[in-house]
């Protein structure tokens, strides 16, 4: 009896080593890191390059805050600098040829319209984006609204 509750405790204790090894790894589930242990490091990826185009995107769905067609890189955006509006703001658009930021921009979140930029529209990154040669990290079957196609 005393054998068979000494190997029962060894089987039990090599069983939580085991669990615990598991617990450490990503215990074979597959996620965007790849092969790589949660206890380790990836290498980060190098930096892909912006797609630079003379147009404007089309939307993909309603309501859909407009790309940035071109390199914003070193760009400053703080709470004293937004270099996108150094083209984009309504003063500007018309000597840069850069589009006009929306009217929407303008109001307040009670509806008042200000006579510059409203704070809750002024870090343009929030909505719009570059777009870069990236392959996508998930495949999926998206696709355009029929109304914008």
Not at 79 to 88: G, P, R
């Amino acid at each position: 009896m005393r054998v068979l509750l000494s190997g029962l405790l060894s089987s039990l204790l090599l069983c939580g080593v085991v669990v615990a090894n598991d617990y450490v790894s990503n215990g074979g589930v597959a996620s965007l890191r790849g092969d790589t242990e949660l206890n380790t490091q990836n290498s980060a990826a190098g930096l892909k390059s912006v797609v630079e185009q003379d147009k404007p995107y089309d939307a993909d769905y309603v309501f859909q805050p407009p790309l940035i067609p071109h390199q914003i890189r070193h760009y400053e955006m703080s709470l004293n600098a937004n270099k996108c509006l150094s083209c984009h703001s309504w003063k500007n658009a018309r000597e840069s040829g850069a589009t006009k930021i929306s009217v929407t921009h303008y109001e307040a979140r009670d509806g008042q319209v200000l006579a510059d930029v409203s704070p809750r529209r002024y870090f343009c990154l929030q909505c719009h984006v570059p777009q870069n040669e990236a392959a996508p990290l998930i495949e999926n079957e998206y696709e355009r609204v029929e109304s914008l196609r």
